[in-house]
DNA sequence: ATGTTTTTTAAAGTTTTTTTCACGGATAAC
DNA sequence: GTTATCCGTGAAAAAAACTTTAAAAAACAT
């Protein structure tokens, strides 16, 4: 039997279409909490823990972004926000903090089912990929240990120092993925600190020289100009 | 049994245009709701919620594309618009306000009745294919990863730069509407950037000769004239 | 305190990307 | 048919981004 109860967190302050989504995802089947400011919203949150927030951006009492980093501070509960058409740089402030998914109104009520089935499908497949924090990570022969933060080229360790290894082990856990600079950067350094991004690019250096790649070798580490880096997790023939 | 029974709202002050589109629509097995001024227009929306709506720009009391402003200020309906050859800038305009495709008169039952079709599965499918920064696009040899930021073209990838990826991405995001000039130019140099349409022309021709086109095979990116461009996501034979 | 390791900063060098420009072909208007 | 406008293309200039190397500063251990 397909049990689909999961719990939605649904944070709006207008009434009718707090009442109108709320109906949509009852519909679908998902079990919904409904609430209208922001306090009452991280109190339901500790007492419910849900498996979803859909959080809109314009609430009353406090900006929702203060919702959305108190929750990510915690919690890895996968959040959509709503938005207003217009306010374009809202929404990279919202996935920058940590938000999931961004959905500008107005919107139909597939496009929300929508993203809502793949924001659970990505958090059910997180807890699954991401927990490797222990365990190891091999990718052809290169081989993190994550309980020893050791890390082996084949037969041979390589050492690297916190930060290297720090970087290294957040691309492995996100291996395939482009990271953005700004991301690393918060993931390592704390805050986007900016000018970073040559130490960052230093410590790329680094990592790669030793690595030792042959020239002609397909690096490990790749290089996007502008966006970022990632692991090349292709097979090599 | 395969229900078609769409609901158009049709609005154009001709009457014998109206009849003709009416004749048509129905013909071809939908339910047509036609009116002739914008005040009408609003209310019969508000009351039968249409699954498409066709609309003329050139309308008596009020012009059309206060109509449209007001139903996407709330709905994602697909809007097709009707206009005179002429007017060659209200084309760019209404894309702009957020119709999803236009038809300039005259025009033949055939492409209307294509137009929306195209329309109907397009709002059918983009709740299905929207599902934004993870997963893939694909359209025949084209394929997207978006979290990766990498582009295929059957088996073998295609580099892209960053902003020729980013113009790529916002096409594939939006694939087979037509995008403005203006709107591609806000979505990837942010301000409307006069004088850009150069920048965003070399960018067409360079994704387009990475894509290795061969002569007389259709494009994947269209352009219309003086409008913009578009991802064509028509079967080829 | 002294020496070693790591982290940060700086600067030169190289590659890639972005922008600009001019010309030719295509399309629409007259 | 002629003209004006718009788009595609190729190439070169300009700008931006990355790598590499090296040295200063900080952290750490002895």
Redesign the pocket.
Known sequence: MSNNKYKILLVEDESNIRNLISTILEAAGYHTIAVGTCSLALSLFASHVPDLVILDLGLPDRDGMYFLQAVRKEHNTPIIVLSARSHEKDKVDALDAGANDYVTKPFGSEELLARVRTALRNSRMNSDTLPSHDGKFILRELVIHYDARRVFIGDTEI????????ILAYLSMHAGKMMT?SAIIKA??GQS?E????????????I??KFGAKPGEENY?I???????RLNIDQKN
């Open positions: 050492h690297l120092t916190q930060t290297e290894y720090n600079y390592i350094w600190d000018g970073s991004i040559k130490k960052l690019q230093v410590n790329m250096a680094n790669r020289k580490i290089n996007e100009l502008g966006v970022g880096y």
